[in-house]
């Protein structure tokens, strides 16, 4: 089994089960299904957190943003929910980041990026070359569970089956659900979270794979919280009520310091979501969770929504995740990397062609072929997006006798042939 009766091993120190190997065995069923990529993804990713000074991860919106991150050097992907919000939910709306979208694009959206990984390395094994281990562990957003603790065991199941390595929980009511940085954020008692954070490892045992479950608390900024039922929760309480009848509670780190002790041993890292990219605030946290868990693991949302020039000079900037680094915040993401990256993109081809025409294209096909040397091959778009590949599989079936085969011939053989294939 995945977790329940390794207790001893170091990947399960520290970590709490309230259930035990019967309740687990009952729910798992007669037959064993492999959940091949996320094993993989999870066993990886626990080896880089204890191998790297930290793991960087920039979040991807299709399943090509994905490849790239890989050939150009990144070991993990991030899947954001607001991308899924914004621009990738099976919908087809455009949302914003409150758990709008149908639960099931989240998975749908991590089986995508799994695919493109798992597509990118059949295209290279075809071509004779292993050079780079392409499935990069993904870790999910699960928002809020999109409701109570079975919502959320169904939810860590359906992404687990669809190839993520980590998922994330956080500890907002899902019905009031806000992007961190947005106001109006709505937290749930302490030990209803926990209860959320029990439900995802129960379905990581069931399935038998060793998913990381990462808990993060918005308490830092949250006014609003459902109930005072957890006594935990009592001392953040200001007595005033909402309209709604939610409690107005007290912001600041004191609030995310408790939440996140009380959620240490249930889960495999802590993250609490910041107003701001300030390392003393980062300082103050880890200190507090290291003096009662030593050595815990810690993510930091590295946020597009900080204005960093405003708050940090260049030398900080660059110095900033070494230092979180040292901290213990071994996961390290930038969340909507995705979305930022093909709006400012597009928006500069966009301007550019209409005011230039083809001037413009031929730009930025030139910054394409000047990549080249750095590994980048989508220059080449057929062969990127697999027509070489299933050349390779018509010839296997005709015995190399195929006349029909779709690279050979083609523009992209005739102008790109000089493409570095490294």
């Given at each position: 089994m995945s977790g329940v009766t390794a207790d001893s091993s170091e990947r399960w120190a520290g970590i709490e089960r309230p259930y035990g190997t019967a309740d687990v065995e009952r729910l798992r069923g007669r037959f064993h299904v492999e959940h091949t990529l996320a094993r993989?993804?999870?066993?990886?990713?626990?080896?880089?957190?204890?191998?790297?000074?930290?793991?960087?991860?920039?979040?991807?919106?299709?399943?090509?943003?994905?490849?790239?991150?890989?050939?150009?050097?990144?070991?993990?992907?991030?899947?954001?929910?607001?991308?899924?919000?914004?621009?990738?939910?099976?919908?087809?709306?455009?949302?914003?980041?409150?758990?709008?979208?149908?639960?099931?694009?989240?998975?749908?959206?991590?089986?995508?990026?799994?695919?493109?990984?798992?597509?990118?390395?059949?295209?290279?094994?075809?071509?004779g070359r292993n050079g780079t281990y392409w499935l990069a562990p993904i870790v999910a957003d699960a928002e809020a569970g999109f409701g109570g603790p079975l919502n959320a065991f169904e939810l860590m199941k359906a992404l687990i089956?669809?190839?993520?390595?980590?998922?994330?929980?956080?500890?907002?009511?899902?019905?009031?659900?806000?992007?961190?940085?947005?106001g109006g954020k709505v937290l749930v008692p302490t030990s209803q979270f926990v209860r959320t954070l029990v439900a995802a490892r129960l379905a990581a045992d069931v399935l038998d794979v060793p998913t990381l479950v990462i808990a993060r608390t918005d308490a830092l900024s949250a006014t609003l919280l459902t109930s005072d039922v957890d006594e935990r929760d009592r001392e953040f309480v200001t007595g005033e009520r909402t309209p709604e009848g939610f409690l107005r509670v007290r912001p600041g780190i004191d609030a995310p310091i408790a939440?996140?002790?009380?959620?240490?041993?249930?889960?495999?890292?802590?993250?609490?979501?910041?107003?701001?990219?300030?390392?003393?605030?980062?300082?103050?946290?880890?200190?507090?969770?290291?003096?009662?868990?030593?050595?815990?693991?810690?993510?930091?949302?590295?946020?597009?929504?900080?204005n960093w020039k405003r708050h940090l000079d260049d030398a900080t900037i660059a110095s900033f995740q070494r230092e979180l680094a040292e901290m213990g915040y071994r996961f390290q993401f930038v969340t909507l990397a995705g979305f930022h990256a093909?709006?400012?993109?597009?928006?500069d081809l966009a301007r550019g062609y209409a005011e230039d025409g083809m001037s413009a294209y031929v730009r930025l096909q030139e910054q394409e072929l000047a990549l080249e040397q750095h590994g980048y091959t989508a220059t080449r778009h057929q062969r990127e997006a697999g027509a070489g590949y299933f050349d390779a599989v018509l010839e296997a079936i005709t015995g190399g006798e195929a006349s029909t085969l779709a690279l050979t011939g083609s523009t992209e053989e005739a102008q790109f042939q000089a493409v570095s294939r490294a």
């Open positions: 993989l993804g999870a066993e990886r990713l626990w080896s880089l957190l204890h191998s790297e000074p930290f793991v960087p991860a920039l979040g991807a919106l299709t399943g090509a943003q994905a490849v790239q991150m890989v050939k150009a050097g990144l070991k993990a992907i991030y899947r954001s929910g607001w991308q899924v919000a914004a621009d990738g939910n099976l919908a087809g709306h455009t949302y914003p980041d409150q758990s709008l979208y149908p639960v099931s694009s989240a998975p749908a959206l991590v089986r995508r990026l799994s695919n493109a990984l798992l597509r990118a390395d059949q295209i290279e094994a075809a071509e089956e669809a190839g993520a390595a980590a998922v994330h929980f956080e500890d907002q009511l899902s019905s009031e659900k806000k992007c961190g940085h947005l939440r996140a002790l009380a959620h240490a041993p249930y889960t495999d890292l802590l993250w609490f979501e910041t107003s701001t990219p300030d390392l003393e605030e980062a300082a103050t946290f880890a200190e507090a969770i290291h003096a009662r868990h030593p050595g815990k693991l810690l993510a930091y949302n590295c946020s597009p929504s900080f093909v709006c400012a993109s597009m928006f």
